[in-house]
């Protein structure tokens, strides 16, 4: 791994608990740092710009305002900056809304925190973390909806082998030796599908708006 | 020789009459004082025992509608012809009681009675109108009285005093003439004069003017109209005719009055004759210059009236009513010289007497009105005589029993077929034919035929049809027809039989044999009717098509076409004509005319065992046997009653209750029997009226025609209907306009025509309804399934969020802080920190695990248990803390249900208020406060700290706004009071309807 500059981190998290806990351990992590804590989706939006933090970790299940949500429009104030979810349950349905949504990928809070740093430093990479279930719903996204009008929004033929490499189980790593392409194009692909996807859900949300 | 009710008690004048009437008053016909009694008619009577009130009839009078009014001494009745009925009258008058004076018709022929009370009483349509005569005549008995053309009606008191009444104005005419009281009589004549003959007076009136006649005349007078114009008076002795302007006639000295008789009424009837009702003397009829006496039940006479029809109807006083007719049957009897009443045959000789054989052996004939029964002297020996048939030549032929045949010629008889050998029981007929055969049917042994003097036996052998031989006739063709006892008809011609057998009708077999111009056989059948053979066919016409009488015994053919029928329950008369047309089918329904009790002819049955039973007698007499008689009658003399009968609705019976204004009426449903009962006055022949009737025009047919007064019908259906009801006279003669009533019958509301429409559509719109419910109810129920699963969804999402919210964070947050530990395991009093952290989470996480656990089990859903978790929790919570906690919670709390949902709510809102006073109050002490209303559990939780913190006390905070959820969730309300020095207070108020399960 190459040695790079301190990723700062944003967190919202509503339990005041897990939020320190997290501070603390993004604080003890060397190359992390810690910019800001929110409470509520609420406050996020409000003091996000002043922060301007690298990677965004965001607890799905907020009062009120929920991540979801806050993570949509997060995205529309900040399209490029990356929203990582955290979740406490495999809640697939408010995950892939929250990948609809912009959400960059997402990590199970119940992870260890060393895995939960690496995935950060992936997505600040570039990366897009994706678990094999969470592929599925992307493609049943895609085959349910049928082919889009717009040709950019519908998967390429490499997207789709990607991405059913994914459903299957398949790590990243084995994707690429399956392909016979490096990881960091995985990761394009990847990024590439979520993008789509939320081309999608934006032309949809649009469509909606004009009916 | 006494009068009877009910008699044909004149004599028979022709045949025996004198020397019965020189024994009825045992004086000589020469005397001018007696009269002789006409045989030309006959009366009947009614008595009090028929239904009269009375036995003094006082008046007598046809009304418009053809009843017959019958003013009693005690009662004013109508009356059909078979029954009195009481008039009914309108208020204050009881008919059924009055005493009638007098009785008469008004110009408009309304029915007017002088009643003795004083007045007189007018018939008003059916009830009489009871008007009275004021100014004096109140008190007194009317007299007498009569109308005139303008309807005014002239009445004539006891005291003389004269009254006339127009349009019930009363005028006042005083007493005309002498002024003496005594009996007085008014007539109106063909002119419109009123005549009054008052005491000895006679006069007219001119306007009011009394005119004098004349005066000083023997009393009592009695006056009548004349036909001829003026009036009929009777003086003490002598009959008078009187016409206005012209001098009085004398027509005659009324001798047999003797000065102890009076006249009482007088009628001058449509045939010109003047009947005098007398009393003491009876009814003498004037004609031709001649009186003679009528018979009657009394010799009383108070009053005469005649009918439409020509009845003469006399009232007696104790006698009843008299109804007399002109008599057109005669009856020999033994009465009259018969040696029998039961006549078997008749047999004319060229003489021109009638010879007739008897039962009991009587032979006789019948000459110029004189009957000679042979005897002894005669030569007859008294054999049995069964039948007769005479010969040109003079003699008469004679079947008898054991006998055989005999011959009587010139006084002497000669006993054929026994001096021939044959033995024969019974010869029941005679027929000489134009050849001069001699035809005799016997009763066992066939048919014999003697030709110059030899004697041919015929049996079934030879052809016939049955050996007992009925009836034997010679049609224009010189055939033979012979009828037999079973039924058989044959015909002998050219010296053979020929057979004709028909089993279709039904009858003990041929009485009588008549044959017709037009080459028809007819047979007279013991059972059968009338049959007819013609062109080879048989035809029958019997009491289905109207005849009488299914036994025709005797057949005669009249010259205007009546066939005259002597039957075993009477005589009657059917046009052959109609009998043809019956018999070709072209009309079903045989016009009769029967002759019974109204002609004198009561309970004959006449007999045709033996054959000829009837003949024709030189001059056109009929001669029929009977067994009470020859009945001998001039056929063209016989009258017929052609006045259309009026045909009245009586009483109309609904259900058996009578209707009191039956014309147009409206019955209500369930009509289960309609009776109506209707008469038609008949006064010739009551007893022959008959009657058809229907009821709607459209649907049915005339009943069958029946004497029955009464038509009965059973369940008349809802609607608008027609009674009709037609009826013929004793003759025949029908009214076919009838009479009719309308009704209506109101239906049951489910015979009405909406009815059905309106049942279906309430069906419908149940049927809707009731599909609707249970839809709504299914509905209902899956909606409450739905509820309930989604309230378990609902509980089960309650659970896993709290799982996730009160342990998840938890277990998350020790799973970090142990990384966190992991980082610091070089730094032991940094790592230390976190292990303490690490404990205190996870015993947090077993404290919100046992609330969890506490809220989800169904045993603590009760107020108590949730009170004392309450209780135990708050103790437990603050304890930690160093804030004092104190409770204020009644002892004894009413044992509610609640739900675990209403506990967990209540739980984690007051955990989250105490957990809020130790994050924020820095109180010293917390009350808890418990409150059971009967409607609401208060709670209030109130510390001694700072208030709550500025941020908190602005809407949308988190803590407070948590709180006001859970409440609000369980329709509850919170109110929140803080300040900086006494602190705050939550008070939650909890309605118990939305705590229970």
């Known amino acids: 791994m190459k040695p790079s500059p301190t990723i700062n981190i944003a967190i919202v998290e509503d339990d005041p608990k897990c939020r320190e806990s997290l501070q603390a351990l993004l604080r003890e992590s060397p190359g992390f740092q810690c910019v800001g804590a929110f409470a509520s989706g609420e406050a996020a939006l409000e003091g996000m710009a002043r922060l301007r933090p690298d990677v965004v970790l965001m607890d799905i299940n907020l009062p009120k305002m929920s991540g979801v949500e806050c993570t949509r429009q997060l995205k529309q104030l900040f399209p490029k900056l990356p929203i990582v979810m955290l979740t406490a349950y495999d809640d697939s349905d408010r995950i892939f809304r929250a990948l609809q949504m912009g959400a960059t990928g997402y990590l199970l809070k119940r992870s260890p925190a060393d895995e939960i740093l690496r995935a950060v430093q992936q997505v600040q990479l570039g990366g897009a973390p994706m678990s094999n279930y969470i592929a599925r719903k992307v493609v049943q996204s895609f085959q349910q909806q049928g082919a889009s009008d717009k040709p950019a929004e519908n998967l390429s033929k490499r997207e789709s082998e990607v991405l059913g490499y994914v459903a299957q189980g398949y790590t990243n790593k084995e994707v690429a030796e399956a392909l016979g392409l490096s990881v960091e194009t995985i990761h394009a692909y990847l990024k590439n599908i979520y993008t789509k996807l939320h081309v999608r859900s934006r032309t949809e949300a649009v469509m909606k708006f004009r009916q | ?997």
Request: net charge neutral; with cysteine.
């Open chain 2, 1 to 997: 020789m006494s009068f009877c009710r009910a008699t044909f008690s004149g004599g028979l004048a022709l045949l025996v009459g004198l020397a019965v009437l020189c024994s009825w008053r045992g004086s000589a016909q020469t005397s001018t004082n007696e009269l002789g009694i006409s045989a030309a008619f006959f009366s009947q009577s009614w008595q009090t025992e028929d239904g009269l009130p009375n036995n003094d009839v006082h008046g007598v009078v046809q009304g418009a509608d053809g009843f017959l009014w019958v003013g009693t001494r005690h009662g004013l009745v109508r009356f059909d012809g078979a029954h009195f009925v009481p008039g009914r009258a309108e208020d204050g008058l009881n008919l059924s009681q009055i005493s009638v004076w007098r009785m008469g018709a008004n110009s408009e022929g309304k029915v007017v009675a002088a009643i003795e009370a004083g007045g007189v009483a007018v018939e008003n349509h059916e009830a009489f109108e009871s008007f009275r005569i004021t100014n004096g005549l109140y008190s007194h008995r009317v007299l007498h009285f009569a109308s005139d053309k303008q309807d005014r009606l002239w009445a004539v008191a006891l005291d003389g005093k004269v009254e006339r009444v127009s349009k019930g104005v009363v005028q006042s005419l005083g007493a005309p003439g002498t002024g003496a009281s005594g009996p007085s009589t008014l007539a109106t004549d063909r002119d419109g004069v009123v005549w009054l003959a008052s005491k000895d007076t006679l006069g007219f009136f001119q306007g009011d003017e009394f005119v004098l006649v004349t005066n000083g005349l023997p009393p009592p007078l009695f006056i009548s109209p004349a036909r001829g114009g003026g009036v009929w008076l009777t003086t003490a002795g002598t009959l008078f005719r009187v016409e206005k302007g012209q001098s009085v006639i004398k027509v005659s000295r009324l001798p047999w009055l003797a000065g102890e008789s009076n006249v009482r009424d007088l009628l001058e009837d449509r045939n010109g004759a003047l009947w005098l009702g007398t009393s003491r003397k009876g009814l003498i009829r004037f004609n031709s210059g001649r009186f003679e006496s009528v018979a009657t039940s009394h010799n009383n006479i108070l009053c005469l009236a005649e009918d439409r029809v020509g009845n003469l109807w006399v009232g007696t006083q104790g006698g009843g009513l008299n109804c007399v007719r002109q008599r057109h049957f005669k009856v020999l009897d033994s009465r009259r010289g018969l040696p029998n009443d039961s006549v078997f045959s008749f047999a004319e000789d060229t003489v021109g007497r009638v010879w007739m054989a008897t039962q009991d052996g009587g032979l006789c004939y019948w000459s110029n009105s004189v009957i000679t029964v042979l005897g002894e002297a005669q030569g007859w020996q008294r054999v049995p005589p069964l039948c007769l048939a005479a010969d040109p030549h003079g003699g008469v032929w004679i079947g008898t029993q054991k006998y055989g045949l005999l011959h009587w010629v010139d006084g002497r008889f000669d006993y054929l077929t026994r001096d021939a050998g044959l033995q024969i029981d019974l010869l029941n007929c005679l027929l000489l034919d134009h050849a001069g055969r001699m035809w005799a049917g016997s009763m066992l042994e066939g048919l014999f035929c003697v030709e110059g003097g030899r004697v041919k036996t015929y049996t079934t052998k030879d052809g016939l049809p049955g050996n007992g031989i009925r009836s034997l006739i010679e049609d224009k063709h010189s055939a033979i027809w012979v009828g037999t006892d079973d039924g058989g008809l044959a015909r002998f011609n050219d010296g053979a039989f020929q057979k004709f057998t028909h089993a279709h009708w039904v009858g003990d077999g041929v009485r009588v044999l008549l044959a017709t111009d037009d080459d028809a056989i007819w047979m007279g059948t013991v059972g059968g009717g009338l049959v007819r053979f013609k062109s080879g066919k048989f035809a029958q016409v019997n009491s289905a098509q109207g005849l009488p009488d299914d036994s025709i015994q005797e057949l005669m053919l009249d010259e205007a076409g009546w066939l005259w029928c002597g039957a075993s329950r009477g005589l009657f008369r059917v046009k052959l004509n109609d009998v043809n047309a019956a018999a070709d089918g072209q009309t079903a329904w045989v016009p009769a005319l029967s002759y019974g009790r109204s002609e004198g002819l009561p309970d004959f049955q006449f007999n045709g065992d033996f054959q000829p039973a009837a003949c024709r007698s030189l001059g056109g007499r009929f001669w029929f046997a009977s067994v009470k008689g020859a009945v001998v009658f001039l056929p063209e003399a016989m009258p017929q009653n052609r006045e259309v009968p009026n045909v009245c609705i009586e009483a109309v019976l609904c259900n058996g209750t009578a209707l009191k204004t039956p014309d147009e009426s409206l019955l209500p449903p369930g009509v289960r029997r309609l009776e109506f009962k209707f008469v038609a006055p008949d006064f010739t022949a009551p007893e022959r009226v008959r009657y058809r009737h229907k009821l709607d025009d459209g649907s049915a047919d005339w009943s069958p025609v029946s004497a029955e007064a009464t038509a009965v019908y059973t369940n008349v259906v809802p609607g608008r209907h027609r009674f009709r009801v037609i009826a013929c006279n004793g003759d025949g003669t029908w009214n076919e306009q009838g009479t009719s009533l309308k009704f209506s019958v109101a239906p049951f509301f489910w015979q009405t025509r909406w009815f059905v429409p309106l049942a279906v559509a309430v069906g419908t719109l149940l049927l809707a309804a009731s599909v609707r419910w249970f839809a709504l109810r299914r509905l209902q129920r899956r909606i409450a399934i739905l509820e309930a699963e989604h309230a378990l969804e609902k509980e089960r999402g309650r659970i896993a969020q709290d799982i996730h919210d009160e342990l998840g964070a938890n277990l998350n947050n020790i799973g970090w802080l142990a990384d966190l530990g992991f980082r610091h395991r070089e730094q032991p009093g940094v790592l230390v920190q976190d292990l303490e952290k690490i404990a205190a989470t996870a015993r947090q996480s077993l404290s919100a695990m046992d609330a969890i656990v506490w809220a989800l089990n169904p045993r603590n859903d009760s107020s108590e248990n949730f009170v004392n978790y309450i209780a135990h929790f708050a103790n437990e919570f603050l304890q930690p803390t160093g804030i004092r906690c104190r409770l204020d919670i009644p002892i004894e709390l009413p044992v509610r249900p609640m739900s675990t949902e209403a506990r967990h709510h209540l739980f984690l809102a007051i955990k989250e208020a105490l957990h809020n006073v130790v994050q924020h109050s820095r109180a010293t002490e917390v009350w808890v406060r418990l409150a059971d209303t009967e409607t609401e559990l208060r709670i209030s939780i109130a510390d001694n700290g700072c208030g709550l913190p500025a941020e908190m006390t602005r809407p949308g905070q988190d803590g407070m706004d948590n709180i006001r959820r859970r409440v609000e969730a369980l329709a509850g309300n919170l109110r929140v009071e803080t300040s900086a020095n006494s602190g705050t207070s939550l008070h939650l108020t909890l309605p118990w309807a939305r705590l229970k399960p």
